[in-house]
């Protein structure tokens, strides 16, 4: 008996584009910082975690209004807290419990340090530690 299949290009195409990949993680892990508290979620507790120097990094949605990302971009750049742009609020508010939000912020420095690497790398593993 042999098993017959789709062709390995077929395959190829089903599969989520590595950038997807990346993105479902590092969605993974805000909302793990959401429920270990190492994450605030809206826009308003984001600006209140950057103006008490508690944010480590941000998450903003691409889709937000012009008159939050006008309230939220500057102070963040003022600040210098690097931000990520997700092109959705809604996967950014089902990360959160939400039916959808524009911002969430990272206080976890740790967290933060993993995001921000999951992001630079394009990888979609945990970088691998020198043994």
């Known amino acids: 008996m042999r098993l017959v299949g ?25 909302g793990l910082g959401i429920r270990s508290r190492g994450a605030v979620v809206g826009v308003e507790r ?20 012009q008159n939050t990302l ?5 102070l963040l750049r003022a600040r210098r807290i690097n931000f990520i742009e997700v092109p959705s609020a809604v996967a950014l508010g089902a990360v959160a419990g939400r039916e959808q939000t524009a911002a969430i912020g990272v206080v976890d420095r740790q ?17 691998e530690e020198d043994v």
């Open 111 to 127: 967290l933060a340090k993993g995001i921000r690497a999951l992001t630079r790398s394009g990888s979609t593993r945990a970088p």
């Open 6 to 30: 789709p062709p390995v290009a077929a395959m190829a195409d089903q599969r989520p584009p590595r950038e997807d990949a990346n993105q479902t993680r590092m969605l993974r892990l805000v």
């Open 46 to 65: 984001v600006r209140e975690s950057a103006k008490a120097g508690r944010l480590a990094l941000a998450i903003v949605a691409s889709d937000a209004s």
């Open 70 to 74: 006008a309230k939220l971009l500057p």
